[in-house]
Nanobody
Framework: QVKLVESVGGSVQSGGSLRLSCAAS????????MGWFRQAPGKEREGVVIIDHTGRTSFADSVKGRFSASRDNAKNTLSLEMNGLKPEDTAMYYC?????????????????????WGQGTQVTVSL
């Protein structure tokens, strides 16, 4: 049974930093595209970053230069470091598992490619 569990998010002031982590269980993440997505109230879920099985990342333009991400295949974990947070970063953040490395169109920052989602964790950024 695949399970993705995010760490608790938090509330910070604009310009602050937060770190999220995700622990996967029930399978090995090593062959899969992993990622972070977010959804703000009244908006569609959007990709924040995807990380392929080698650790190569692709960020959404809105977070480039402020966020970083990594994976530890041996520990079956994912992390998201968020710096320079803005009020518009306020959202529920989701850890996600996408396609296996041998799949066609592998590892696109697209919610349609996601097979499993975590339960989500709230990040709130105030002025």
């Amino acid at each position: 049974q695949v399970k993705l569990v995010e760490s608790v998010g938090g509330s910070v002031q604009s310009g602050g930093s937060l770190r999220l982590s995700c622990a996967a269980s029930g399978y090995s993440i090593s062959l899969y595209c992993m990622g972070w997505f977010r959804q703000a109230p009244g908006k569609e879920r959007e990709g924040v970053v995807i990380i392929d099985h080698t650790g190569r990342t692709s960020f959404a333009d809105s977070v480039k230069g402020r966020f970083s991400a990594s994976r530890d295949n041996a520990k079956n974990t994912l992390s998201l470091e968020m710096n320079g947070l803005k009020p518009e970063d306020t959202a529920m953040y989701y850890c996600a598992q996408g396609l296996a490395y041998y799949s066609a169109d592998y590892c696109r920052i697209n919610p349609d490619q996601i097979n499993y989602w975590g339960q989500g964790t709230q990040v709130t950024v105030s002025l």
